[in-house]
């Protein structure tokens, strides 16, 4: 093919390193959708160029200013961890390079760049969700466990306040390091503090260390229920976990055993093309190409400012039910739903039992 008869989309993921799991599950997300949608959009061949940045800031800056200067990339998408997207912005900026985030969910990233769009969620859409169901749901006094970075601050603040809110008590708020937690020592702290639940975030790929621990520590023994955001029993690994995950309540955008025709295709082709079941990066990562395509097809191919516009406001079905990119925000509009772990057939699965709809990041609510 000639060059200008291919548009290429840059991605940039954590294959190696801690958060590996976040970029095997979106790369594997990229390649479903384009088996089942083709590699042309927009009368244009698409060529995915999949960049490894060990989820390092400076790398990913660096592998991204590449990707813009020398392979000309349409798009850049991807982003593993919020400093990994939030060091790309800049570049997203100057280039005038719409930049798909399909993972990292700090609120904030939005803001980082006109050229920012997201397709993952964000701490604050999923944290509130669990503000409220906690209280009404014989939960009183709470512990807050968060990984202490973006997300972390974001899921701390915005549960916190909700269930402070609802009359509920926050009796300490704990953090452990994003790199190689030890999470003995906050779980001595929690079993101390004796609350009703202990409320978690930590990032996906952190969940089955942290459930062995808390199962391991008898804090599940000691009657001190775990609820958090859906990072937590992360399809990912959820299947492992074991009967401690049992019983886990937690609320988020996507569960693999959501209940719509689309996901339940969406699930069974992955699953048939990859042997491992696909969690909330895996549909972040699906969606955003949807996304891409979709503009692409509006614009015949062309990027930048005109190609940024053609994602603003879309709508369309997800395998996670109906979303919406907010023309004002850049963020994705979407139903959050709570959840709770079940065995189903001998497999673990995020149950789905609560719903709210269309939920907008509270985060930029001001
Ligand atoms: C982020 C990373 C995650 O793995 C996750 O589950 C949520 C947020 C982040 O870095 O923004």
Same mark, same amino acid.
């Given at each position: 093919a000639q060059a200008q008869d291919t548009v290429k989309i840059g991605v940039l993921l954590p294959m190696t390193g801690q958060s590996a799991s976040t970029g095997k599950q979106i790369a594997a997300?990229? !390649?479903? +959708?384009? !088996?089942?949608?083709?590699?042309?959009?927009?009368?244009?061949?698409?060529?995915?160029?999949?960049k490894d940045d !060990?989820?390092?800031?400076?790398?990913?800056r660096r592998l991204a200013q590449e990707l813009v200067v020398n392979d000309k990339v349409v798009a850049?998408?991807? +982003?593993?961890?919020? *400093?990994?997207a939030l060091a790309t912005a800049p570049i997203a900026t100057q280039s005038k390079t719409p930049m798909v985030v399909m993972a990292a969910a700090t609120s904030s990233i939005t803001e980082a760049s006109p050229f920012?769009?997201?397709?993952? +969620?964000?701490? *604050?859409?999923?944290?509130?969700?669990?503000?409220?169901w906690a209280p009404k749901n014989g939960i009183k006094?709470?512990?807050?466990?968060v990984a202490d970075y973006g997300p972390g601050n974001d899921a701390e603040k915005y549960f916190t306040d909700r269930i402070q809110l609802n009359g509920g008590q926050v009796l300490e708020k704990l953090r452990t390091p994003l790199r190689s937690p030890d999470f003995a020592p906050v779980l001595q702290k929690v079993r101390d503090a004796k609350p009703d639940a202990l409320f978690v975030f930590l *990032?996906?790929?952190?969940?089955?260390?942290?459930?062995?621990?808390?199962?391991?520590?008898?804090?599940?023994? !000691?009657?001190?229920?775990?609820?958090?955001?859906?990072?937590?029993?992360?399809?990912?690994?959820?299947n492992d976990m074991g009967d401690v995950a049992l019983g886990v309540v937690t609320t988020h955008h996507y569960s693999a055993s959501h209940n719509s025709p689309m996901n339940k295709k969406f699930v069974a082709d992955f699953q048939a093309a990859n042997k491992f079941r696909p969690n909330f990066m895996a549909v972040g990562g699906w969606d955003g190409m949807r996304l891409i395509y979709n503009a692409l097809n509006t614009t015949k191919g062309a990027g930048g400012e005109a190609l940024l516009a053609a994602m603003k406001g879309q709508i369309f079905e997800s395998p996670r039910g109906q979303v919406l990119i907010d023309g004002q925000t850049r963020e994705i509009v979407q139903d959050i739903h709570t959840r709770k772990v079940e065995k189903k057939?001998?497999?673990?699965?995020?149950?789905?039992?609560?719903?709210?709809k269309a939920v907008k990041d509270p985060g930029k609510v001001k």
């Open positions: 997300a990229i !390649a479903l +959708f384009q !088996a089942q949608n083709g590699k042309k959009a927009g009368g244009k061949n698409v060529e995915v160029i999949i !060990a989820g390092v800031a400076d790398n990913t850049l998408a991807g +982003f593993g961890l919020t *400093p990994l920012i769009t997201r397709t993952s +969620f964000t701490l *604050p859409q999923a944290a509130v969700g669990m503000g409220e006094k709470v512990v807050s466990l *990032p996906s790929g952190q969940g089955a260390q942290f459930m062995k621990q808390f199962g391991e520590r008898g804090l599940d023994k !000691a009657g001190i229920r775990l609820i958090g955001t859906g990072d937590i029993t992360d399809d990912d690994q959820l057939d001998g497999q673990l699965w995020n149950v789905e039992f609560d719903v709210q």
